[in-house]
């Protein structure tokens, strides 16, 4: 592989610097088209900011793929986005895909789409991806000989993964560099597994998407003067799921899927604990809140942004370290890595009390209506005092019923 260091260097070089260099043209098409981010109650920035840096990020790696092709046609480079290297594998519709989950994000951006036509776009883009090839077929068995043939259920399977991926980025996307620096972190993280198994065109993808995120990341970090937004959000999930199946397509062992989602274990988290959260408030599981990580770690913990963002940093890294320790070494020890990984990383998310609700449904008796509450209005306190107290009740008669029975 010491050959692959100057195409990857040109790969990377020419995503970050075109990322860098038009992010202030992203700012003005956002602003022309009215995609701003104004300050209220559910966002932290305190000034309008454009939102469409997706469009720097884009066009990093459009430019990143011209350099690779460029590079292997004229210059020598090892053969990379061909379907010599991956049998079945269609480029043309994998690139497809990107374009029509950053194309979801943008209209997003602008005429701010409900759940389900979003949901269409993302899914849209997941089956294209899909019907160019990318899906695992085969499921090794990590303690045995052996392997799972997942058929037809592959299709599915792979697209719910996709979508999955391109939202846990999105959520998470709530302080200025957040989601950029997360992505470029697992990126780099991804490119070095993709690099040591072999796999030249997830390394190819992961590299450029490395150097992209890496230009953005300037004009994106506190006090950021342009965010992701959408577009920008959705592509990078997208893309870190697209890199993680490129690694195991067709065939992986149980464990090596694992590592994708350690890598991405800190949105992965964030969001779960977002789900949990909600359905413990009895609240509809797309209502935002301010429960998330970052919201926790700024409004609980008191960091400011900047260090909320360098703690998720460090976080991500030590998690990103253990997924390239897990491939170092045997079946076992690798579960047990994980483990640990999981565990740690739960305690943290329970220690930060993001599985408790911040909000409640509360009666107002002087509307008549049943209102959603925040935590930190004094209502909420009263719902939450009656919800311990209904608990209890609950436990009481289990207990009774409990001893009747004895």
Known sequence: MDELWVPYLCVFGSALITAFATTPLAKRIAVSLGAIDEPSKRRINDKPTPRMGGIAVLLGLIVAAIVQYVGTSVWGWPVVFTSSVHEGLNYR?????????????????????KPIPKLIGQTLAAVLAVSGGLVIGHIVNPMGPGETELGIFGYPITVIYLVAFSNIIN???????????????????????????????????????????????????????????????????????????????????????????????????????????????????????????????????GYDQRQAVLFIYGWTVLLCAGAIAMTQVPVVPRILIFLVLMVGSFAIASHLRLFEPVLRHHYNPDTDQDEIVAYGDPAFQVEEEREVARREERREELVEKLSLKG
């Not at 994998?94 to 374009?99: D, G, I, Q, V």
């Not at 796999?199 to 990341?217: E, I, K, P």
Request: a neutral charge; hydrophobic letters at 55%.
């Open 93 to 113: 519709l994998l690139a497809a895909s990107f374009l029509v989950v950053f194309a979801t994000g943008a209209i997003d951006d602008v005429v701010q789409l």
């Open 171 to 301: 959520l998470i996307d709530g302080l200025d560099g957040l989601a950029s620096g997360i992505a470029c972190i697992s990126s780099a993280t991804m490119a070095v597994l993709a690099t040591m198994a072999g796999c030249l065109d997830a390394a190819a993808l992961a590299v450029a998407l490395c150097g992209a995120t890496l230009g953005f990341l300037p004009h994106n970090f506190h006090p950021a003067s342009i965010f992701l937004g959408d577009c920008g959000a959705l592509t990078l999930g997208f893309a870190l799921g697209t890199i993680s199946l490129l690694n195991v397509r067709r065939m992986a062992g149980l464990t090596t899927i694992l590592i994708p989602l350690v890598i991405a274990a800190v949105p992965i988290i964030d969001t779960f604990s977002a789900i949990v959260r909600r359905k413990r408030a009895h609240v509809s599981v797309g209502q935002a809140d301010k429960g998330h990580l970052h919201h926790r770690l700024i409004l609980q913990q």
